[in-house]
């Protein structure tokens, strides 16, 4: 689980819920026409936007920025290493025999010891980087339409309450609660699309990033090990995807 998302949702609604009721009562920012408009005219979009598999698939995309486990470069650099001294030691065909977990760099060892040519893997392996983006693309931009889509249909859902309010000017003291459940559409959109859709988005594109440098690096690595090159260059070549901070250290020390 990615504790920095619950942290952020957690605080968010404290500091929401908290103010309200520093206020007044949580109740008069409860109104059910003012939800309706939001939240229907929000899913109406974007069904209208996308297709339907796509949107089936947004419940998956919400579930990714709560629970994903990201793989540590250099965790995977030294497996990399590692892999490449047996392939020094022994050969690359050995690779093959080597239990690997990670899926993507599984495949490239296999497409190594099947003594694929470098220029062949490095497509192939290629191929499924652009396919995942564009995958991660598509459930950002969903993300991203909903946190646009929100403050547009609250103004939309404020706009019919004041028409509503201006039809029934005869009693001036309705004018002020007529106003304030108006003005809750607003507070609905900019809610969803604040604290749920746009930071949603955001950490959806960090973690597409992270999952893109993590499959170069071992886009590098293996093409090295084909090369036949020094396991220790295989290293230093990788490290130059971290920051100097996050280097290992025994480069630091070098």
């Known amino acids: 689980m990615d504790i920095a998302t619950v942290i952020g949702m957690v605080t968010a609604t404290v500091a929401i819920i908290g103010s ?13 026409p003012s ?16 297709p339907m598999e796509k949107v089936t698939s947004l419940v998956t995309v919400f579930m990714k920025s709560l629970f994903f486990t990201p793989a ?3 965790v995977m650099i030294e497996e ?11 050969s690359v065909f050995a690779l093959e025999k080597v239990p690997i977990e990670d899926a993507f760099l599984k495949k490239a060892v296999t497409l190594a010891a099947d003594n694929r040519p470098p220029e062949v893997i490095q497509a192939i392996l290629q191929l499924e980087i652009d396919a995942m983006e564009d995958r991660h693309k598509s459930g950002v931009a969903i993300m991203s339409g909903i946190g646009a889509d929100g403050p547009a ?17 005869s009693d001036p003291s309705a004018i002020g609660p007529a106003m304030a459940v108006a003005l809750l559409t607003t507070f609905y959109g900019a809610v969803l699309a ?14 597409s990033k992270m999952e893109s ?4 690096i071992i886009v590098a690595g293996v093409l090295g ?20 901070g996050d280097r290992l250290v025994e480069d630091k020390e070098g």
Do not use: H, Y
């Open 153 to 169: 249909f609250g103004m939309i859902g404020t706009l019919i309450g004041l028409v509503q309010m201006l039809q029934n000017l």
């Open 35 to 50: 939800v309706l408009v939001v939240g229907l005219g929000v899913i109406g979009a974007t069904f209208i936007k996308w």
């Open 225 to 244: 090990i084909v090369a036949g090159e020094n396991p220790r260059v295989i290293r230093e070549k990788l490290d130059s995807f971290l920051a100097p």
């Open 194 to 207: 604040n604290a749920i859709a746009l930071p949603i988005s955001s950490k959806l594109g960090f973690r």
């Open 213 to 216: 440098t993590k499959m170069n």
């Open 80 to 90: 990399i290493q590692k892999l490449a001294e047996t392939a020094r030691r022994e």
């Open 20 to 32: 309200i009721l520093a206020g007044g009562s949580l109740l008069i920012f409860v109104d059910v």
């Open 72 to 74: 540590d470069p250099k």
